[in-house]
Nanobody, 124 residues
Framework: VQLVESGGGLVQAGGSLRLSCTAS????????IAWFRQVPGQEREGVAC?????????YYADSVSGRFTISKDIAKNTLYLQMNSLKPEDTAVYYC?????????????????WGQGTQVTVSS
C-alpha cells in the first residue's frame, strides 16, 4: 500500500490549490480515505474524508466546510482536495490516509496507511 501526495505550494490568501493523492496497492472503491493536516507542535487535524459507500456524503471539518472539496477518481485511483478561499491558518503539511473501514472519520487513530505529506503555505 502506498499513498503519494502532490500539489502543495505557496499561495496568497484568497487563492486556491488542488492537492492530489495517488493510491497504489488498494482501491479507493473499497476503503474510506481522508485528508489530514499538521502544523509543527500541534496535533494532526482531520480536514475531510470520503467513504467508499455511495450512500454516504463526504465529511468536512468546520474550519474548512464550504471552502474545501474532497473528491475521488476511481479510474485513476486518486484522491483530490480542492482548496478555495485559502487563509493563512490553512498553512500546514497535508497528508492523505486510508482507514480500515469502508466508511470514514476524521479521527487519525483510525487510519492505517499514510502518505509522506505535501506542504501548503498561505501568505497573508
Amino acid at each position: 500500500v502506498q499513498l503519494v501526495e502532490s500539489g502543495g505550494g505557496l499561495v496568497q490568501a484568497g487563492g486556491s490549490l488542488r492537492l492530489s493523492c495517488t493510491a497504489s496497492g488498494f482501491s479507493l472503491d473499497y476503503w474510506g480515505i481522508a485528508w489530514f493536516r499538521q502544523v509543527p507542535g500541534q496535533e494532526r487535524e482531520g480536514v475531510a474524508c470520503a467513504s467508499s459507500r455511495d450512500d454516504e456524503i463526504p465529511y468536512y471539518a468546520d474550519s474548512v466546510s464550504g471552502r474545501f472539496t474532497i473528491s475521488k477518481d476511481i479510474a485513476k485511483n486518486t484522491l483530490y482536495l480542492q482548496m478555495n478561499s485559502l487563509k493563512p491558518e490553512d498553512t500546514a503539511v497535508y497528508y492523505c490516509a486510508k482507514t480500515w473501514y469502508a466508511t470514514c472519520t476524521l479521527n487519525p487513530t483510525e487510519y492505517d496507511y499514510w502518505g509522506q505529506g505535501t506542504q501548503v503555505t498561505v501568505s497573508s
